[in-house]
């Protein structure tokens, strides 16, 4: 199974940004479908965010055009730009890879945002 490290979580204010990362442990990376998940107080996880092998992304509703997907497979990392912050986005947010049915996850990382 892949391991995933992810930073980037913290503390911001309504309207701010932030970038998390998540860096995986295996030179295949270019290979996989990688994404984003949270978890909110009160509510089910969510995919946030996902992009496949060759690029293709999806978002959730409620990030669309504020949350932009990418990945730098030459550092087997995957990232998550999150802009205008509202406190409906805090969360745990938990980054995924998978390949052929296999999934593995990151530790997840807490995103609070503050009025």
């Known amino acids: 199974q892949v391991q995933l490290v992810e930073s980037g979580g913290g503390l911001v204010q309504t309207g701010g940004s932030l970038t998390l990362s998540c860096t995986a442990s295996?030179?295949?990376?270019?290979?996989?479908?990688i994404g984003w998940y949270r978890q909110s107080p009160g509510q089910e996880r969510e995919l946030v965010a996902s992009m496949t092998e060759v690029g293709a992304t999806g978002y959730a509703d409620s990030v669309k055009g504020r949350f932009t997907i990418s990945r730098d497979n030459a550092k087997n990392t995957h990232y998550l730009q999150m802009n205008s912050l509202n406190r409906d986005d805090t969360g745990i947010y938990f980054c995924y890879v998978t390949l052929g049915g296999v999934d593995s996850w990151g530790q997840g990382t807490q995103v609070t945002v503050s009025s």
């Open positions: 295996t030179i295949l990376f270019k290979l996989y479908n």
